[in-house]
């Protein structure tokens, strides 16, 4: 009976003894699997674990991937647009065990990232050459500039039944009025010694004043019109103008507001230079038998000098 039951007590030590020795077993072989191949690789610039650190085994049995650090090694032969690392004999450029693609024993296979794709520079629009003004208008020609002057004046003579004649004042007026006139309408203005008495057209004038009709308009007119006594016309012919209290001045108004009398005297088409214009004038103060010295009849005419 005793040896019965140590035996049984021996042959559970036994068992003890054996479960103790695969336990060891077992840890050495798991502590030798993990020293061997299932070390994880820590990233470049980290700190190796010492001896005394625990490293945890991989869940799976496929290595985990390497991340690869983003700072490119220095080589001379660029791969897919990055410049390739020169291996070491353990396969990476830092001496880190390179990972084993699964199905590719021994084949090492390193994850490059891929090239971005270049962002073109901005390239700036070149700025236009100074800066664009705006179109100017077109000006007009500037306006001629007033003058001034005298005339040579005239002899102021009566007719032989004592009409007055053309007087220095009256050939002034005329002239100054004339000018004026030929300003205002961006005319260039007659030179004032070409603005000149004419006896010949004062001679037809003094022949219409001295009708003997009290009709003001009897004789008055160009060359054809007839007297009321039927003395033959003579004299020189002009642009006419006349009435009671009239001026110089006012006659040179009369003819530039008739557009005939206009185009004749004044010419506004003219383009060329006045300098050898000339402007001949006459007038008469009065008439018979009993027209007063306020009435006047006058003349001119455009000519070469």
Not at 156 to 167: A, D, I, K, M, N
Not at 266 to 289: D, E, M, Q, R, W
Request: glycine letters at 10%; hydrophobic letters at 35%.
């Amino acid at each position: 009976m005793h040896s019965t039951h140590r035996e049984r007590e021996s042959e559970v030590i036994d068992l003890g003894s054996a479960v103790t020795v695969m336990t060891l077993a077992s840890a050495i072989l798991l502590a030798v699997i993990v020293a061997l191949g299932a070390v994880t690789v820590a990233p470049a610039g980290a700190q190796s674990a010492g001896a005394n650190q625990a490293v945890a085994p991989s869940a799976t049995s496929e290595p985990a991937p390497t991340v690869l650090s983003e700072q490119p090694a220095s080589s001379t032969e660029p791969v897919d647009g990055q410049a390739s690392p020169e291996p070491s004999a353990t396969g990476r450029a830092d001496g880190a065990p390179a990972p084993v693609s699964p199905g590719a024993a021994g084949v090492s296979s390193i994850q490059r990232p891929q090239p971005s794709t270049p962002v073109a520079p901005f390239a700036a629009q070149p700025a236009p050459f100074g800066t664009p003004s705006a179109t100017p208008s077109p000006t007009s020609p500037s306006c001629p500039a007033a003058i001034t002057g005298q005339t040579a004046g005239a002899p102021g003579v009566l007719s032989p039944l004592g009409v007055g004649g053309t007087t220095s004042e009256d050939l002034q007026s005329f002239a100054e009025g004339y000018n004026a006139i030929r300003v205002a309408n961006c005319l260039a203005p007659v030179p004032f010694a070409n603005i000149r008495y004419d006896s010949c057209m004062e001679q037809r004038l003094f022949w219409m004043a001295e009708d003997p009709s009290t009709d003001p308009m009897s004789a008055w007119g160009h060359i054809g019109s007839q007297r009321s006594d039927g003395l033959p016309s003579v004299g020189c012919d002009g642009n006419l103008a006349g009435g009671s209290n009239n001026t110089g001045a006012s006659v040179a108004q009369k003819w530039w507001d008739s557009t005939g009398h206009r185009t004749s005297l004044y010419k506004p088409t003219y383009t060329g230079s006045t300098a050898n214009v000339c402007i001949l004038f006459a007038t008469t103060h009065g008439g018979v038998p009993n027209e007063p010295y306020a009435f006047m009849r006058a003349a001119a005419r455009w000519t070469t000098c």
